[in-house]
């Protein structure tokens, strides 16, 4: 009786046990509750880092590029093209000519029928479209000279209707004398029309000055020598025959004057994948993305009458009617937008957010503004 | 006395274990501690959204700057008016007081630039005051923009200052065609008492 009293006490009894392991369910309970509320945090907190991360990389690139706007287009950042078949832009001089803003191509605006290049040129709703009920998304594309390559330091030499040759001229180097050369070493140091680097490639488009005249073609070949090879049919529709007002075929064999790259920079979303892309497309190549998830993106332009000496203010589609600014942007040109807001650039989270339920999903906006700084010059406004 | 001898061993046994009272206090001070647990990482995830009216605040510096800029190249403003309110450097007009921009010790709440006449679309100015105050639009729960659900925030936590500053040259002459951009933008947060502020410094000259 004594010993199994002793026995009794030294153990647990079972309503001992029941309570014990109920309280340790509890707290073992607790204990998962808080780990999974800790990874849930860490996962959310990744997330936002890494998206903030890609946002801030994405929004930097298309700040820097818009702010970049008509630089070095001494010409009012507006260059006409030839007009026959309608330039476009949004294509690529690979096979089978790929043309990619929202499946296809946007053709340059025109003035009185004639298509511009300008410094910047506004996508009203030109992208494609995400969710039915936001509209359609809108696309920029922005044109400045290309500062990697001292295309200006050669002699560039019409050879026949397709075919510009670029020399360097001698004596090298012409420090002095040379007007047009941005190289800071003068010909030296210049890069080989050639070079795999910086060279001319197949899609690059090229501004030359003959004189008075200025026409914009586009590379249809690598360049393999001297000679550069601008031939008809390319993905641009920039190449046109002789006889076509503003284009090389019509500038005379023999004529001499110098070429520049330009970067006619175009930011557009593209849905084809899953999820979303910012995309990027410089002049006839490839587009490369810039950020995933971007799930909007709208903007609004500033422009200035200078008739009146009045700004037109948040206009998203200038010129046009409606323009979103009461008209007050009526018959004034893209070359006349002096800042550009970004209205809206949506970024989401990854899908991934959806298995911790709403608590996942994330959001940022860019709604800022960027003056177009090479867009405005003094000559064209009142100075004081 | 066996029995007793034993029975005394057992009672020391029980004492030197766990008791039932003991466990639920050790329970208690557990749980006080996992709560405190709690309040980390809900701190954290609050840092986290810090950071988003961080960049809120940046781009509402930068936003302020641009339009100073713009104005400058289209000339729609003159140099005189580039600077805050009530100043008397006025080389362009010769008037007594001069700029528009609103006074800079007092910070002003987010208002729209106005958007007709020669001070449209620059923001910060005393011709702002009255404007509606910047929204954000959030798409809502749909996460699709112009739908029902769409919530317009106010920036109401938000306040902004421009101040116009002299620049001196090395010994001490203050430069005509220079000035200094402060762009200050304050913001609460509801995890911090005092206000976080981000600061952008900049200079505008004359000419572009």
Redesign the interface.
């Known amino acids: 009786m004594s010993d199994r009293s002793t026995k009794r006490k030294n153990g647990f009894s079972l309503l001992e046990m029941t309570i014990s392991m109920a309280l340790g369910g509890i707290v073992l309970a607790a204990a998962v509750q808080i780990y999974i509320q800790g990874v849930q945090a860490a996962w959310t907190t990744t997330q936002r880092a890494e998206m903030q991360q890609d946002f801030r990389a994405a929004s930097n690139i298309l700040t820097t590029d818009l702010s970049l706007a008509g630089a070095g287009l001494n010409l009012g950042a507006a260059i006409a093209l030839p007009a026959a078949t309608p330039p476009v832009y949004g294509c690529a001089q690979t096979t089978g000519k790929p043309c990619y803003i929202n499946g296809g191509s946007v053709a340059f605006p025109t003035q009185l029928g004639t298509p511009y290049l300008y410094g910047l040129i506004p996508g009203y709703q030109k992208g494609p479209t995400l969710f039915a009920l936001q509209g359609p998304t809108d696309v920029v594309t922005v044109v400045y000279t290309d500062n990697n390559f001292y295309l200006d330091c050669y002699t560039a030499t019409v050879t026949n209707t397709t075919t510009v040759t670029f020399t360097l001229p001698t004596p090298t180097p012409p420090a002095t004398g040379s007007t047009n050369c941005t190289s800071p070493t003068g010909n030296p140091g210049v890069q080989a029309v050639s070079d795999s680097a910086v060279g001319l490639t197949a899609g690059d488009v090229v501004l030359f000055t003959f004189g008075a005249a200025n026409v914009v073609a586009e590379v249809t070949a690598n360049a393999a020598g001297s000679a550069v090879t601008f031939a008809a049919n390319d993905a641009l529709n920039l190449n046109q025959a002789a006889g076509v007002s503003n284009s090389l075929a019509s500038v005379a064999t023999g004529k001499t004057g110098y070429g520049t790259r330009l970067r006619v920079v175009s930011y557009y979303i593209d849905n084809s994948p899953t999820p979303p892309r910012l995309m990027q497309q410089v002049s006839g190549h490839t587009p490369i993305p810039v950020a995933e998830n971007i799930v909007y993106l709208q903007f609004t332009y500033d422009l200035f009458n200078d008739t009146t000496n009045k700004p037109a203010v948040g206009c998203y589609n200038p010129g046009a009617n409606p323009d979103g600014c009461a008209l007050a942007s009526a018959n004034l040109l893209p070359k006349q937008i002096t800042k550009i807001n970004i209205a809206n650039m949506a970024m989401d989270s990854t899908v991934m957010g959806a298995q911790y339920g709403s608590s996942g999903y994330q959001r940022m906006d860019l709604q800022t503004s960027v003056s177009a700084r090479n867009l405005t010059y003094t000559n064209n406004y009142p100075l004081h | 006395m066996?029995?007793h001898g034993?029975?005394s061993q057992?009672r020391q046994?029980?004492e030197s274990g766990v008791s039932?009272l003991e466990?639920?206090i050790s329970?208690a001070v557990?749980?006080v501690g996992?709560v405190s647990?709690?309040g980390v990482?809900g701190l954290?995830?609050a840092s986290?959204q810090t950071?988003?009216q961080s960049?809120i605040a940046k781009?509402?510096a930068?936003?302020a700057y641009?339009?100073i800029?713009?104005?400058r190249?289209?000339?729609?403003i003159?140099?005189?008016d580039i600077q805050n309110t009530g100043s008397s450097n006025c080389p362009?007009s010769g008037a007594a007081s001069c700029g528009i921009f609103a006074d800079p010790t007092t910070p002003q709440p987010l208002y729209q630039?106005i958007?007709?006449?020669?001070y449209?679309?620059i923001l910060g100015t005393t011709y702002d005051v009255g404007q509606p105050e910047q929204t954000?639009?959030?798409?809502g729960?749909d996460?699709?923009?112009?739908?029902a659900d769409d919530v317009l925030i106010p920036l109401t936590g938000y306040k902004r200052t421009v101040l116009i500053g002299q620049v001196t040259d090395a010994t001490g002459n203050v430069l005509a065609s220079l000035r200094s951009v402060t762009i200050t933008v304050q913001y609460s947060t509801p995890q911090t008492n005092t206000p976080k502020t981000y600061i952008l410094n900049s200079y505008i000259s004359q000419?572009?």
């Not at chain 2, 190249?73 to 729609?76: A, E, L, P, R, V």
């Not at chain 2, 954000?136 to 798409?139: A, N, T, V």
């Not at chain 2, 996460?143 to 739908?147: E, K, M, N, Q, R």
């Open positions: 066996i029995g034993e029975s057992v046994r029980a039932l466990v639920v329970m557990l749980t996992m647990m709690l990482f954290a995830m986290t950071s988003q960049l781009q509402l930068n936003e641009e339009t800029v713009t104005a190249n289209t000339g729609q003159t140099w005189d362009i630039a958007t007709t006449g020669s449209a679309g954000l639009q959030d798409p729960t996460g699709i923009y112009y739908t000419y572009q």
